[in-house]
C-alpha cells in the first residue's frame, strides 16, 4: 500500500485526485494539507462525507514525510516548489501540480511567472508527466512535474506531426476552450455563475503561461524550436477543454494520413485515442482519455483534441504519473 | 423628463435597472454611486459600452438632490436606509430596493436582519411596491420599499385566495427556486460557477429573511394573520424564480374556479397572467411579467408562478413603481 | 466472470450501465440490443470509444441466453416486460429498468401506463431493487424491478419515519427537481437545449407515473397506506434529483432525533449518507450516494435528499442489485 | 403603421423578431405562417401569451398581400425563396432570413446548398442586409437578404482591415462558438440538453455552409478575393457568437493602429461598438450590438468580436433593415 498525501487540498484538482485514489486499490490517503482550513476534509468537500477521515493540517515536511511515500502538490507556483524543494529532502517523491518544475529555465520562469524561481538548479531535469511522450522518464523519477491542462490538449496532437516534419514548426495556432474549474476555486469576480454562465469569452490573449509551455515542451519532444499562438477561451462548463490547432504542412497530406500517422504514433497508449469523428469534450468527462482527430481544410492541417482538464488535463495525469513511479499498471483507478 | 440617480450601481440590479432605463422614454440617468469603484460605470458594466458616460461616485444626499428628481437605492439593507433618509430630507424621492422599509415593525427587522434600524419611525408606513395590491398608495409616496424577489413570487398568487377566505392562512408551504443572480455580484464559494453549475440545493430552510416579508405583506393586503413555510433553492441559472406553493382550501374548489378567481382578482394588470399551462421561468425572463397558474390536487391548491428574479422580482418592479410615482404609463419600458 | 447483456442500449441509462460494468471485476458485457440501430456501440456513445467493442443487435431471448447470466432491460415500458417474460422463461436472471413490474397490481398499472400489463401474475411478487429496503428479497430474486429515480429519492428519506409512526401517512408533499437526461435521449421540443437551459418549470403536476410507485412501495415497505403529492420539476442540469419532502409529524420532534433515527436505520448501509448540512444534487453525482438530511420548520419536518438520478436513481442502483444477486460485494464498480 | 406578416413564426428567429416588433412603434404584427402548426402563437410560443392575439395560418401570398406591407420570411432555404418570389409579386417587400438570397450565383448555392435555385435570376442583384456595409442599397430594396450569424461576426471585423489591404486576403482563419439556438429548434439529438450541455465541439470543419458566405460578402464589401477557413463549435449556451479570427498582416501594425482604423471606419453605425477589452458574448446578448476588438500576437492580427447570434445574428438586423427600408430610425426598437 503506498502512502500518499495531497497539499493544497481544497482545490479542485485535489478533490478529483482524492476520489479517483479512492478508487486505487494500492493508494491510501494520509494526509491532507492546507494552509487556510484546519476542518475536516469534508466539511471543505461534502461529497467526500463518509468517504475520507482526515483533518486538513499545516504543510510539514517531515511530518508527512513519516507517513507518505508520496505527496501530490496542488499548491500555487512558487510555493508549490518551496515545499516540493523540502519533501524531496526527506526523501518522499512528489508529483508537482504547479507549473514551477515544468519549464526549462529560470529565466522562461521569471518571464512568464513574475517571481524568481526558488529552485532554479532543478528546471530542465525534472521529469515532465505526459507519459505518453517522457514516459522512459518517468519511473524513477522523484519528482514528477505534472503537465498544465491546456499543454496536454496542444502537446499531444502536435508532438508526432512535428516529429515526423510533416508540419511547420512556426505560425501554429492553438485555439482552445476550457470549463471554469480550470481556473480554480478561489471565489472571482470572473468565475462568478451569473459572469460566465450563458458566455464565452477569450482570455490573456497572446499572454498565457502555458504558451511557453507548450513551445518548451514541444521543443523537448521534438528536437525542435516551435512557435505558437495561444487563444484560450472560457466556456459555460464546469470541465473540458477542447484545442484545435491550426498548422501548415511541409508536403501534400490527407487526412487519412495525419489519421494514420497519429493512430501508430499512439498505439499502445491506453488513453489517446485517435478517432475519425469530431470529438466533443463530453466524450471524455470523467476519464483520462484526450480523443484527438484531424481534418484538412484548404492545406491547413487540423488538429482537435477534447480532454476532462481536470482528469487526463490534471489529477487523472497524476495518478497516471504516480502509477508509473510506484509500479501500478497505468491504467489502475483511471479506467 | 426626469432625472434619476442610482447607489450602488455596480450590481445586477442596478445593471438591470439601467438597461430599462435607457429604453424610458421619460428617464435620464443623471448619477451612479458605488462605495468600492470610481471608474467608469462601462468599466464595471461592459455591456453598458458607449450607452451611459457616467463614473461612479461617493454618495452625497445634497450632491444628488441637485442632479435627480428620483434615486433608487440598490445597497445593501441598513446601508440603504441610512442613504434613503439623508435623500429625503433633500425632497428626492427614492425607490429603496433593500429590506430596510419591507416589513411593519423595527422588532422584526432586528430579529431577521440582526441589525437594529436606523429609521424605524417609517416602518409600517412605506408603500410596498407591488402596484397589483398596493396601487393606490404608490403614486403620491415619496419613498417605496421595492418587494424582495421570492414575496413577489409567493404574495400574488396567494392573495386573492387568502382575501376570498378560499385557503387557510396556516400550513402554506412556498417551496422556490431561483436563478444564481439573485444572490447578488459580490464573489462567493457557493456562487462560483463550478459550484452551483450542474447542482441544485435548498438553502437558509426556515430561516430565510424573506420569509417574514411574505407573512407581513400578504397580512397587510388581506387582513390576516399568515403563516408561511419558506424553502428558497439555488438553480443552475442566471435568472428566473418558480414558486410552488401548496395551501389547504377552506371548502371545496376545482382548478377553473382558482383560475377564474385570480383571473377576475389581476384583471386590467398588465403584468400578472394567469395561465393555463405550467409556466417555466424562462416564458418571463427579460420581462416584467408573472405567469401564474393553479393546480388541484387531492384535494390541496398549488399555485405556481414564474418571474424574472431581476425584472418583476426587482429592477422591472422599480421602474413600474416609478412610473406609478411620476405619472408615466405603468408600462413604460417595461413591454 | 458474469456475462451481462443490455437491452435498449442507446439511452442515457444503458451508456451509465455500461460505464460502470466496465469497472466492474466480474461483470463482462457480451450483448448490446436497440431497436432501430445495428451500429457499432461506440458509433451511438463515442464517450465508449476503444472500450466495448459491440455493435447493437436485435433482441432475441434464446441467442442473448447463450451469452449472458444476467440481462438488463433499459426498454420502455410494456416493451420490457415483453422481453422480461421470454428471458425469463430461458432461465437467465434480469434486471427490468422500467417500471413494469414496480408496481402491485395490474389495475394501477393499467390506470397510470394506459397498457394493459403483458405479465400481470409476476406484478406484487417482484423484488424491488432498492437493497436498503428490500436486500432480503434481491440476492435470490430472479427478476428485480428497478426503481424509478424519483421513488428512490422520496422512499428513503420516508421510510424509517413512516416504520416508526413518527409522521402522519396522509399530506405527506415530495416537491423533486430533476436533470434532464431523466427524461431520455429520443429528440423531443421540451428536452431541447434552448426550450430547458435556462430555465425551471413544474411538469406533470399531481399526474406523474413515479406517485403511485411511491405510495405503494412505502406501503410495502412500511405496512402503511400513504398519501403523497408530488410534484416534479425539470431543472437545467444534465443530472441530479434533489427532493424536498414536506410530512406532518405525529408527535413534537427535533431535528436531531429525526437525524438520529435516519442514522440508525440506515447504519451498515452503504450508499445512504445521513449528513447535517444541506445537501447539493453535485455532492453526489457520479456517485451511487444518497444525501439525506432534516429540518423541523414550524411543526412540519422536512426530508431533503440529493442523488444522481442516472447512478443511483438508475444504472447504480442496478449494478448494487446485481452485485447481490450474483455474490459480489454490495459495492463492487460503485465506490 | 407599417403591417408585418412573418413566414416560419414556430422557431427561434420568429420568436426574437416578434418580441422587438412589440417593442417597435411603427409596426404592428398582422400574420404569422407555419407549415405544421395551426394553433395560436402564445401555445408555440408561451412567452407570447397576453402579447399577441394571432393564430398561425397557412402561407398565402395574396392573402398575406392584403394585410402585410413587409414580410419576414423565417423559413428554411429554398422554400424560402419560393414564398418570396411570391410576395414579390404581389409588391409586399421582404427581408428573407434564409440564405437563398445571400450568395453571388446560383453555381454556388447549388454546389454548399445541395438544391437547384428556384429564383437564379435574383442572385448577385439583392441587397445584404448588413446595413454596416451595404447601408445605401437597403432603404429602396424589395427584398433584403438578412445575413447568417456567424457572417455577421466575421464580415463586420474583416472588411475594414482588408478594404485598407493591410491584411492578407488568403490564409484568415475564422473560429467561432456559437450558442444552442443557432442550430434550431426541430428536435435533433445533438442539440438535446443532455447532448450539448456541460459540453463543447467542433462540427461541420471546413464544410460549413456560411464560409463561402463570408467570403463572397467579403468580396463583395471589399473588391477582393478572400479565402477563409472556418470553424464553427457548439457551445453550451443559448444564445451569443465569439469568433475570433485570425490573419496576417501585409505590413507591420498595431494593436492602436488596428483599434483606430476599426473606429473610423464604424463611427457612426450604432450597433458597432470597437472596444479595448476583450468581449464577452454576455455583453451583447439581447442586443443588437456587436462589440469588436484586436490584438496583435506574434505577427500576427487578432480579431475578436461577440454578438448574439439571435438578435444582430438574425432578428435584430433584420428589424434595423425594416427600419431603414421603411424610414423608421435605424435604431427604432433596438435599443
Redesign the interface.
Known sequence: MTRVGILGATG?TALELIKLL??HPGATVTAVTSRQEKTHISSVH??L???LDLTLEDFGAEALAERCDCVFSCLPHVASAESCMALLKTGVRVVDFSADYRLDDAATFQKWYEHEHPDPGRLGKVAYGLPELFGDKIPAADLVANPGCYPTSAILPLAPLLKEGWIETQ?I?V?S?S???GAG?T???N?????????????S??KHRHQPEIEQILGRATGKKV?V?F?P?L??????I?S?V?CRPTRSVTEEQVLSLLKEFYAGKPFV?I?K???????????N?V?ITA????G?V?L?S?EDNLIKGASGAAVQNFNLMFGYDETTAL?
Request: net charge positive; glycine share 6%.
Open positions: 479542485y479512492l478508487r461534502p461529497s462525507s463518509g468517504r505560425d495556432i485555439d476552450k470549463g471554469v474549474s476555486r471565489p472571482k469576480l468565475t462568478l455563475f451569473p459572469e460566465c454562465n450563458e458566455s464565452i469569452s477569450a482570455y490573449v497572446g512557435d499562438i487563444t477561451h466556456a459555460p462548463m464546469d470541465r473540458g477542447l484545435v491550426y485515442r478517432v469523428h469530431l470529438p466533443a469534450t463530453k466524450d471524455t468527462t470523467h476519464t482519455f480523443d481534418r484538412v481544410v484548404k491547413r487540423l482537435i477534447a479506467l
